[in-house]
């Protein structure tokens, strides 16, 4: 998330979030000298609320590029996952916007593991969609998904159609991390390949996620027994 908003949110510009999320967006933004205004998460209570995503990015496509960042699947707080609909929807916006300016879309994927199976990687289902002049930046966190908290290791993945973009972010992006923290934690990132190459490792991780998913459910809907009216919940902590 770092490297996403100090290579490619410039001093001045305006990053949209989510009204409900991770508190550090905003510091991290701010940090840039950047500003962030925020998309309502829910419509009606129930389901991700696109219009209003469609109608920042028409407010602030006069910048001359869009940023979005939005934290998909588990995302945190509330523990939404976006459905196949509300994906598609935005893409196809997606891709008119950015007929008339260039999208940068953040893609926070911290939780990813901790929905089921397939709606796990929904989006990814879907991203031969994408047109040209969008840039989408994965973060990806070892530290949550691996159960290694506190040594935060994870990676930024780009993908875009444009390959002399790929090649601009080869070549800053490593830039950015020597004059920064230097380097990765090397002996944790080392133990990101030896954990997903042994069997017992990788099953221990998965038993884990499936007992905090099933935690989450049964934990939502106690709430839901009690009169309480929680946020939609898909899984997640």
Known sequence: LFLSFRNYV???????????????????????NAKYDYYEMFKDGESIHVPSIINKCEQYKKEGRIVILINDPCENPTGYSFSREEW??????????????????????????MEKDEKSR??????????????????????????IYGYRVGALIAITRDKQDIED????????????????????????????NDKQ????????????????????????????DPLPYKAGF
């Open 169 to 196: 972010f080869k070549k800053s992006i490593p830039s950015v991390i020597r004059t920064s923290w230097s380097m990765a934690n090397k002996g944790m990132a080392a133990s990101i390949p030896y954990i997903l």
């Open 10 to 32: 410039d001093t001045g510009q305006t990053v949209l979030i989510p009204s409900l999320g991770w508190s550090n967006y905003e510091a991290m933004i701010e940090q840039r």
């Open 88 to 113: 598609v929807e935005l893409i196809i916006y997606f891709n008119v916007l950015a007929k008339e300016v260039p999208v940068i879309l953040i893609l926070d994927i911290a939780y990813i593991d």
């Open 122 to 147: 929904l989006f990814f289902s879907l991203i031969d969609r994408i047109n040209k002049n969008i840039m989408i930046l994965i973060c990806f966190s070892a530290s949550k998904l691996l159960g």
């Open 201 to 228: 490792l990788e099953q221990e991780v998965k038993n884990n996620n499936e007992m905090l998913y099933k935690r989450g459910q049964y934990f939502y809907q106690k709430l839901k027994n009690i009169g309480l």
